[in-house]
C-alpha cells in the first residue's frame, strides 16, 4: 500500500533524562519551531527559565505517544484541507 508507511522507534527516556536544560529547550525549539529564525534564541531563553515547561518538555519528548501526535495531527489537516472536510480525519470514510 502506497499510503502508510512503517517506523522502528526505541524510546529511551534515560536518554532525554540526561540532557540538561538547555539542551530540553534547544531541541523542543528544532522539533516545534513556531517562531522566526531569530526568534529562536530569545525562545529557548523562555523556556530555560521556566522549570515547569523545561519538565513537561522534556517529559513529551521521550513519548512515543507524543511524537505519533506530533506526525499525525498536520498530517490529519492536510489531508481535510485536500479533501474539503473538517473534523476528524478519515471520519467520512468509515
Known amino acids: 500500500m502506497s499510503n502508510h508507511f512503517h517506523i522502528v522507534f526505541s524510546v529511551q527516556p534515560a536518554v532525554a533524562n540526561a540532557w540538561t536544560d538547555r539542551e530540553v529547550a534547544e ?10 529564525a531569530e526568534k529562536t534564541a530569545a525562545k529557548v531563553e ?16 521521550a513519548n512515543l ?19 474539503k472536510v473538517t473534523g476528524r480525519c478519515w471520519a467520512g470514510s468509515l
Open 27 to 36: 531541541r523542543w525549539c528544532k522539533l516545534y519551531p513556531r517562531e522566526a
Open 46 to 61: 523562555e523556556i530555560f527559565a521556566d522549570e515547569s515547561r523545561i519538565q513537561i518538555y522534556r517529559r513529551h519528548l
Open 65 to 83: 505517544s507524543w511524537f505519533m501526535k506530533s506526525i499525525a495531527e498536520p498530517l490529519a489537516r492536510f489531508a481535510n484541507i485536500e479533501d
